[in-house]
């Protein structure tokens, strides 16, 4: 697709949104599905059957952080694709402070790195395709405590927007 035609595109879609607050209540309702994988006592809650019994999905994980990121940004006319634009741009918009932001940018940053650091290893140690999951019990006792504290971030993010955006909490 031409630039011309990108452009036009998000000029369409950010005055269709202006008026339509029932599109991201929507958007909303559906990202409030992917919820941080840590239980009610702060445990992983891993995959229980299949290929990756016992492991996270540290894809899935990341992608409440990616919601909050794109509904925020459709809600307030940011035209940025990636997630670490579109929260900078919040940031720099004051709709996130900086405190706000700079957790959702390290919880977003340590997700991506187990995940790049797992598919690296899958590749070269273990000679498969690279994948999303990974075993928690393979990681630092630091690395997971990290883990679990960026899913409560997490967590409070996904609840600020679901007061924002649904009015319930």
């Given at each position: 697709?031409?630039?011309?035609?990108?452009?036009?595109?998000?000029?369409?879609?950010?005055?269709?949104?202006?008026?339509?607050?029932?599109?991201?209540?929507?958007?909303?309702?559906?990202?409030?599905?992917?919820?941080?994988?840590?239980?009610?006592?702060?445990?992983?809650?891993?995959?229980?059957?299949?290929?990756?019994?016992?492991?996270?999905?540290?894809?899935?994980?990341?992608?409440p952080i990616t919601d909050f990121?794109?509904?925020?940004?459709?809600?307030?006319?940011?035209?940025?694709?990636?997630?670490?634009?579109?929260?900078?741009?919040?940031?720099?918009?004051?709709?996130?402070?900086?405190?706000?932001?700079?957790?959702?940018?390290?919880?977003?940053?340590?997700?991506?790195?187990?995940?790049?650091?797992?598919?690296?290893?899958?590749?070269?140690?273990?000679?498969?395709?690279?994948?999303?999951?990974?075993?928690?019990?393979?990681?630092?006792?630091?690395?997971?405590?990290?883990?679990?504290?960026?899913?409560?971030?997490?967590?409070?993010?996904?609840?600020?927007?679901?007061?924002?955006?649904?009015?319930?909490?």
């Open positions: 697709m031409s630039k011309v035609m990108t452009s036009v595109l998000k000029i369409y879609l950010f005055e269709t949104l202006e008026g339509w607050t029932g599109f991201l209540r929507h958007l909303t309702e559906n990202a409030l599905h992917f919820r941080p994988p840590i239980g009610f006592f702060r445990n992983f809650v891993v995959e229980s059957e299949g290929e990756h019994r016992d492991k996270l999905n540290l894809k899935g994980a990341m992608m990121a794109r509904i925020y940004a459709l809600k307030n006319g940011i035209e940025e694709t990636n997630t670490l634009e579109r929260l900078h741009h919040l940031q720099l918009k004051k709709i996130l402070s900086d405190k706000e932001y700079e957790e959702l940018e390290r919880a977003y940053s340590l997700l991506m790195q187990l995940r790049l650091s797992r598919q690296v290893k899958s590749v070269l140690d273990e000679e498969r395709a690279p994948g999303n999951h990974i075993d928690p019990e393979e990681i630092t006792h630091i690395e997971q405590t990290m883990l679990k504290e960026a899913f409560r971030r997490i967590e409070k993010f996904q609840s600020k927007m679901e007061f924002d955006f649904i009015g319930l909490v």
